[in-house]
Nanobody, 124 residues
Framework: QVQLVESGGGLVQAGDSLRLSCAAS????????MGWFRQAPGKDREFVAA????????NYGHSVKGRFIISRDDAKKLVFLQMMSLEPKDTAIYYC?????????????????WGQGTQVTVSS
């Protein structure tokens, strides 16, 4: 089992960058494939990015590809989401998620563990 806590959200202007962090506690963090999802008011949860348990393979949602980068530091049990060229449409609550092993897939139902989320607001 793993517990997840996100941090790093805030209010930024369009064009700015922001880095989110997800701190994990529990055992065998290196065995978990990690993902980031987001949910804007009135919208469904959207896949943002995922990185596999080995840190080798990453996957990105279409709307963030080329602007966001996911990475992980297994020694510190951290996952990061570096967000660049932020746009107002990126405004949402961002959630960190984890699943045991497996590919960095986009389906939220495949992730068993979730954090509480961190708010990102991008003003125009």
């Amino acid at each position: 089992q793993v517990q997840l806590v996100e941090s790093g959200g805030g209010l930024v202007q369009a064009g700015d960058s922001l880095r989110l962090s997800c701190a994990a506690s529990g055992h065998n963090f290196g065995s978990y494939t990690m993902g980031w999802f987001r949910q804007a008011p009135g919208k469904d949860r959207e896949f943002v990015a995922a990185i596999d348990w080995a840190g080798v393979d990453a996957n990105y949602g279409h709307s963030v590809k080329g602007r966001f980068i996911i990475s992980r530091d297994d020694a510190k049990k951290l996952v990061f989401l570096q967000m660049m060229s932020l746009e107002p449409k990126d405004t949402a609550i961002y959630y960190c998620a984890a699943k045991l092993l497996g590919l960095p897939t986009a389906g939220s139902g495949q992730y068993r563990y979730w954090g509480q989320g961190t708010q990102v607001t991008v003003s125009s």
